[in-house]
């Protein structure tokens, strides 16, 4: 027998069958990462019939739009007199250092959330360890703004010292025929990067973007961070109500922190409450689920998927005058 002969034979037949078990790996292989790269994420349209529109207070129609990113498609086009139908507006400014939290709003420091009462008045000068702030007269009467006017120039950046150690509050009577109009897309279309937002509490130099941040189901704007560093600064105080919301003559009432006074839609999944829809139609929800947990996996911008809801967003803390950091998809300009 010739045994050189069956060894060669041996030889080519195993690297016959090496070859054939590489490509067809390499063909899965191939397949699984055209499968991954084909993955599409799922996408979830705004849901018009969850805002509150069994009043005036907001009206929903459908437009034609054009987004940031040129898509041109079609958006909810919401006009809201900025005035919520879920909870009342106010109060913000006690009116004297003996009332007690009920009679006053919140601030927002450091991440935490303090009461208006007229204690937290009564100690501002320890709180910020500024003998200057005296926000009381002899009987412990609070400086308050009074009138429309004294709301106007309180609230101008440039404020005078006439207004130094006053409470600004601003009444819906000042606002009542005021409409604000937002666009939104019905169908959001995401971006490969983030979008820094625009004009106050944008990154410095950057205004690309939208400012704010997205509406609540009751019509009302989630606006930019507060300048609370410039309110500070001239010696005033404009307090937000327990919904963490305040009026500006322009801009009419709005939020500043999610505090779970608004309408919220709950879960099935002990997912966290659906709070409304961010500016570009992604999804807008509490900081913590049921559980009290936050997610541990949200991106720069506070965003996160899932396969119920879509791409979303989770709002920030209230203490931290703060609703989300950026957006990922396109928005009306």
Not at 118 to 142: P, R, V
């Amino acid at each position: 027998m010739n045994f050189k002969f069956l060894n060669k034979v041996l030889t080519i037949a195993l690297a016959i069958i090496a070859i054939s078990f590489v490509a067809c790996s390499s063909s899965d292989d191939d397949n699984a990462t055209t499968e991954a790269d084909t993955t599409v994420e799922t996408v979830i349209d705004v849901d018009s019939s969850l805002f509150l529109t069994n009043t005036s207070a907001v009206t929903i129609t459908v437009v034609p739009c054009t987004l940031s990113d040129g898509t041109d498609t079609d958006c909810y086009q919401i006009i809201a007199t900025s005035t919520p139908t879920d909870h009342e507006m106010g109060p913000w400014c006690p009116e004297n250092i003996s009332d007690d939290a009920s009679a006053g709003g919140i601030w927002l420091e450091n991440g935490q959330v303090y009461d208006v009462d007229g204690a937290f008045i009564e100690n501002m000068a320890t709180f910020y360890n500024d003998s200057t702030w005296l926000m009381y007269d002899g009987n412990g009467d609070i400086y308050t703004t009074e009138t429309e006017d004294d709301c106007a120039n309180a609230a101008n950046p440039n404020v005078g010292t006439e207004y130094e150690n006053f409470c600004v509050e601003c009444l819906p009577s000042y606002v009542a025929d005021l409409t604000q109009t937002y666009l939104i897309p019905i169908t959001p279309v995401k971006q490969t990067t983030p979008i820094s937002f625009g004009g106050a509490g944008g990154p410095p130099g950057q205004s690309t973007g939208p400012s704010q941040r997205g509406l609540a189901f009751n019509g009302v704007v989630f606006d930019a961070p507060a300048p609370t560093d410039a309110i500070l600064g001239a010696y005033t105080l404009a307090p937000f109500d327990d919904a963490g919301g305040h009026i500006n003559l322009n801009a009419g009432y709005h939020y500043h922190a999610a505090t779970g006074v608004s309408t919220q839609i709950t879960q099935d999944d002990d997912h966290a409450a659906m709070i409304g829809y961010a500016i570009d139609g992604h999804g807008l929800y509490a900081q913590l689920d049921a559980n009290g947990d936050e997610p541990t996996d949200l991106d720069d911008c506070r965003g996160h998927s899932d396969d119920t809801r879509g791409y979303h967003y989770h709002v920030d803390a209230p203490g931290n005058n703060n609703f989300i950091d950026c957006i990922y998809g396109a928005y009306v300009n």
